[in-house]
């Protein structure tokens, strides 16, 4: 029967039923599924893993997420912001390595300083690589005119994950005034501003059932995003979430498990979209990142921010590379993806394909249009 499943998923899109989904995430044959998803990716894409440099520009958060390392009421941490220099300096190296990408993450803040200030590193970022630099911002939740002034000071696309499509786990992770409608209003809001849009969950969170994890599939399929972020939950010793949870070797390897079962199935049921193999792989199993390749990722973030900051970016525990420069990734990384039989698309900006094509439609809609 899953072979037949993964038959069809391999032949059309968004072919999976919710209880079809639920059968896959639950099966025991994971090289079949893995295989199956892989083959998809590369017809699709090919044998081609992008890259995009990853700037963690600062952990002061004014949000209180329970799960998550740097919530502001986490006193075990030191505050650090980068300075523009900084940030430009670390996205330029990026660039200059032929990463065609970088994504700028940080807590979430919102005020015309901060607004004003990503505003400046982009149109910098700009200026020096003649708009050729892709750029991910992944800053929170923030207003329409905010969203607005960075697409047009030069950002492409935005990362804001949902966490999870369950409401009533959302409220359960989240303080009561952090709210599921508003991110996901943002979601459709950076839709309509015109970035390539990503979105994601975390995975094998508590409380959190295959049910959610099918349903968080459908969600990403209705709302037609163009990239998926989304990796295993880790506990964080210093948050309400992690507290008392010890992250020995069976729930690493159940976490690795199904983080690469829902990255295999999301590629069956979404066959142009970006997905990224993400670092919280790499911190359950040193190979975490090529297994999310070979389950049907093809994005990576090597980690691009100096070493001195990156121990105060712990969303959660065991993140690695904590005292590996951004030189060393480069030629680790190189070496890994060589190995599994991928190729780098140096210098390439590597936009989403389901963008693009999604983006080719509406020129060719517009032009038919002003022709009429
Ligand atoms: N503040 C921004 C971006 C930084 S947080 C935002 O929240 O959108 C980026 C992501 O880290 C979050 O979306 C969440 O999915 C992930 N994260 C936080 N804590 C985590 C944990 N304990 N385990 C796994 N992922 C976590
Ligand atoms: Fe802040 Fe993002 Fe962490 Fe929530 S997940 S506390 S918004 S950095």
Not at 161 to 189: G, I, W
Not at 245 to 271: C, E, N, S
Request: aromatic content about 6%; glycine content about 8%.
């Amino acid at each position: 029967m899953i072979e037949a499943l993964l038959a069809t998923a391999m032949r059309t899109p968004k072919a999976l039923t919710h209880a079809q989904m639920v059968s896959l995430l639950a099966c025991d044959q994971t090289d079949a599924l893995f295989q199956a998803a892989y083959r998809v990716k590369c017809e699709t894409l090919g044998k081609r893993v992008h890259l995009r440099g990853l700037v963690e520009q600062g952990n002061f958060c004014s949000k209180d997420c329970y799960y998550c390392g740097i919530r502001k009421s986490n006193r075990a941490v030191e505050r650090y912001a980068l300075c523009s220099d900084d940030v430009i300096r670390m996205a330029l190296w990026s660039y200059e390595q032929g990463y065609g990408s970088v994504v700028l993450q940080s807590g979430e803040l919102a005020s015309e300083e901060h607004t004003r200030q990503v505003e400046h590193i982009l149109m910098e970022l700009n200026r020096a690589t003649q708009g050729q630099l892709g750029i991910t911002l992944c800053l929170g939740e923030q207003n329409e005119e905010t969203y607005r002034r960075w697409k047009a000071a030069g950002a492409h696309r935005y990362l804001l994950r949902m966490e999870t499509s369950n409401p009533v786990l959302y409220a359960q992770l989240h303080p009561a005034d952090h709210r599921f409608e508003a991110r996901k209003q943002c979601l459709m809001m950076l839709q309509q501003i015109g970035y390539q849009v990503g979105s994601g969950v975390m995975i094998g969170l508590p409380g959190q059932t295959l049910d959610d994890l099918a349903n968080d599939i459908l969600f990403y399929t209705n709302l037609d995003l163009d990239m998926i972020g989304m990796g295993p939950y880790i506990p964080h010793a210093d948050t309400p979430l992690g507290a008392g949870l010890t992250l020995d070797d069976d729930f690493r390897k159940r976490q690795l498990i199904l983080g690469l079962k829902m990255i295999a199935v999301t590629r069956l049921q979404l066959h142009d979209v970006n997905i990224a193999a993400t670092t919280a792989l790499q911190a359950l199993d040193e190979e975490g990142r090529e297994k999310g390749l070979l389950a049907g990722a093809n994005v990576i973030m090597p980690n691009v921010t100096d070493v001195q900051y990156r121990a105060n970016y712990q969303l959660y525990a065991n993140k690695p590379c904590l005292d590996e420069n951004a030189a060393k990734c480069r030629n680790c990384l190189q070496w890994r993806v060589q190995s599994i039989g991928e190729e780098i698309t140096w210098g390439e900006r590597g936009d989403p394909l389901h963008f693009t094509k999604k983006d080719s439609r509406h020129v060719l809609k517009t032009n038919t249009r002003h022709r009429l």
